[in-house]
């Protein structure tokens, strides 16, 4: 066995391909290896901005042996009184082997004859030229490009490439270069190549100036920022995004701490985080009652030799972006939030859906009319005004240069222009939730506006056509959709889906004409979304599809449900219920209606069953009512020994047909009582 190391040596590649492109080698490494049945052991993989790298130990020197099992015809057609035909001659020879070597098995459609090739292993070294070449073309990336004359495409241009299997060079060639042992060290510290082997190739690059494991250049750099805070008087700001950023763009990391005036600490917190973090990436340092100080850290890419310059450039780039946002802030406060809602008018949202202006008077009328549907008429003028103001910071200075502050901006002017503080928040929570794991909106006015503006986008866009598909998701509408359906569920929103959908394309009328089937798509979508949220609570795929064949319009009414089925399959009497479900909606299809006689119940168990379910049915009214779905469950369970009897001793198809009709009438009100909270039917009843 031998060590294998591929490294894809490059120009200098965007932080998120890197991940992106370490990822895809592991898994479609693993994937070629198998599919060409070669072994190996543990796959290491590893990045930084010049290179990809794949490390795999332990492979096998020779494939294994591919025995393979070809059907062929019936063992009665093969052969006649022992003699082979010529089926099974014509058989043999396909297959490339002798008559003699035809095996006959039983199957269970009944004897066949089979073939068996056994095809001899190739030595690694000759599959690995082709193997490697295919396993770079088939990772895939959403932005590429070509160079010069080569026809190949990849995030930045390829500069060489390694290739060795144990001390030997792998030949192959791809996009115009030539696989061999070289590699290339730092940009500005090392001047030639490398030679490498895979025992040696982590220290090689050591001494090169570049720490090749992710890992450990993460780890460098917490331990390098943290020294630099603490000689700075501070304590780091630590951003997890803007780290693992920072771990992609550098090859050899060296921590600088500088200085910005204090005259900027004037400025929002975030007016001054954003542009250290988005546009320069450095960290902000604060001091320990977490106030902000005049410094920051940032990570040099070396340069260690070269401190108090690298220190100097990186405080008068900060100091530039620092005074633009001052000199925005400044001019922005000249004018109040309200004047900047006229200027949406020259901003526009989408074509066909109009300006910013138009977006804001429709979100707007949604808002207010969620909050009366929610009975909150006591916010309803704090909702109205934040509605109003949400967008105007989208015209301001601040906003125009650094987009990430809309919202953070909208409640500074507001407050600033003397709006209330339940407004200026509002303001700012309309936009959450901004990720995955971002906080949701906390007042009732942002939270109102934040599915006002959201579900806004979302009906818009699936009425000009502007539907997410595959990787395509310019407005970002899955991501909208996942919030409004989080705030819902966490607020308990008491709001039908239905009703809601129904009310955005209403306002929408005017704007855009709408497809009839517009509205079942947005829901679909929304149903989308919901399934992979309650997947994410841990609720099987199959109770999931049960509750929402009964309740899928209110959110958290339907998570109540799936809730409460889920721990019901933890007990007992569950798998009970399920089966004695299953054999009353077998039958109950048949029924023509669902009225009972009790006077044509003329056995005891059927009499048994119709007392039982009269109770029953009350008691889960009364649980439903209260939205106690577990309770419900538990009452239903009563009917399951009466349900086994029933059918034991019942004939329910009887001959008469008064009696056939009646009982098939139990059985559809039974199934309609079973399945109040979920549709059992669906249950896969392995659990």
């Known amino acids: ?260 005036g204090s005259d900027m600490l004037e400025l929002p917190r975030e007016v001054l985080i954003t542009p250290m973090k988005e546009h320069q990436r450095y960290f902000a340092v604060l001091n320990q009652e977490g106030e902000l100080l005049p410094r920051f850290i940032a990570v040099a890419n070396g340069g260690k030799d070269n401190l108090p310059e690298i220190r100097q450039g990186f405080e008068r780039v900060l100091a530039a972006r620092l005074a633009d946002a001052k000199f925005f802030w400044e001019v922005d406060r000249k004018t109040p939030l309200e004047g900047y809602i006229e200027k949406l008018k020259g901003i526009v949202f989408q074509e066909a859906l109009g300006t910013m202006y138009a977006k804001t008077l429709r979100v707007r009328d949604l808002a207010v009319k969620l909050a009366e549907e929610l009975g909150l008429d006591e916010h309803l003028p704090v909702v109205k005004r934040a ?51 971002d906080e949701l909106p906390e007042t009732a006015a942002g939270m109102i506006v934040s599915i006002a503006d959201k579900m806004d986008s979302i009906a818009g866009c699936f009425a000009v056509g502007l539907i997410p598909t595959g990787s395509q998701d310019p407005y970002a509408l899955r991501r909208q959709a996942l919030g409004i359906i989080q705030i819902i569920l966490a607020k308990g929103l008491d709001l039908s889906l239905t009703s809601l959908i129904n009310w955005t394309q209403a306002g929408l009328a005017e704007q855009v004409e709408q497809a009839p089937e517009t509205a079942s798509q947005i829901r679909e979508f929304f149903l989308g979304r919901l399934r992979g949220v309650l997947t994410g609570e841990g609720i099987p795929y199959d109770v999931i599809d049960a509750v929402l064949a009964v309740e899928a319009d209110r959110l958290p009414d339907l998570l109540a449900r799936c809730r409460a089925v889920a721990e019901g399959l933890r007990s007992e009497g569950m798998a009970t219920l399920l089966t004695a479900c299953e054999r009353v909606a077998n039958l109950a299809a048949k029924a023509d209606d669902r009225r009972v006689d009790p006077s044509l119940l003329v056995e005891r168990a059927e009499k048994e069953l119709y007392e039982v379910y009269e109770q029953v049915k009350d008691e889960v009214a009364g649980k439903m009512a209260a939205a106690d779905y577990q309770g419900a469950l538990a009452a239903l369970g009563q009917l399951a020994g009466p349900i086994d009897a029933f059918f034991d001793q019942v004939l329910v198809m009887a001959e008469d047909e008064s009696l056939r009709r009646n009982r098939l009438a139990l059985l559809a009100n039974l199934t309609d009582l079973l399945t109040c909270v979920a549709d059992l039917r669906l249950i896969v009843p392995a659990r």
């Not at 073939?115 to 070449?133: C, D, F, N, T, V």
């Not at 309309?430 to 794991?437: C, Q, T």
């Open 1 to 260: 066995m031998k060590d294998l190391l591929l490294e894809i040596g490059t120009e200098e590649l965007p932080a998120h391909v890197v991940d992106l492109g370490t990822k895809q080698l592991q898994e479609k490494a693993k994937e070629l290896l198998a599919e060409h049945r070669i072994g190996h052991g543990p796959v290491s993989v590893w990045g930084t901005p010049r290179r990809l790298v794949l490390s795999i130990t332990q492979v096998e020197e020779e494939q294994a042996d591919l025995l393979e099992e070809v059907k062929g015809p019936p063992a009665s057609i093969a052969f006649a009184e022992g003699q082979p035909t010529k089926a099974a001659i014509g058989f043999a020879e396909r297959q490339g082997v002798e008559v003699s070597e035809l095996v006959v098995k039983k199957t269970p459609q009944g004897e066949y004859v089979f073939a068996q090739r056994k095809e001899q292993g190739l030595p690694s070294r000759e599959i690995l030229p082709e193997l490697l070449p295919q396993l770079i073309a088939a990772l895939s990336f959403p932005k590429t490009m070509r160079w010069g004359e080569v026809d190949f495409r990849f995030p930045r241009p390829i500069r060489w490439l390694v290739a060795l299997f144990g001390d030997e060079v792998v030949p192959f060639s791809i996009a115009g270069v030539d696989s061999g042992n070289l590699s290339w060290g730092h940009r500005f510290y090392c001047s030639g190549p490398v030679p490498v082997t895979p025992s040696t190739y982590l220290d090689d690059l050591r001494r090169a100036w570049v720490i090749v494991d992710g890992d450990e250049r993460r780890q460098t750099i917490i331990r390098l920022v943290e020294e630099a805070a603490k000689a700075c008087g501070g304590q780091v700001l630590w951003d997890e995004d803007l780290l693992a950023e920072v771990t992609n763009l550098v090859e050899y990391p060296v921590a600088v701490w500088g200085e910005f």
């Open 387 to 437: 509605a109003e103001l949400a967008k105007a910071d989208l015209a301001t200075n601040m906003v125009y240069e650094f987009p990430e502050l809309q919202g953070v901006m909208g409640r500074e002017y507001a407050l600033g222009a003397g709006e209330a503080p339940a407004v200026a928040e509002a303001i700012f929570e309309h936009y959450l939730p901004r990720f995955a794991g």
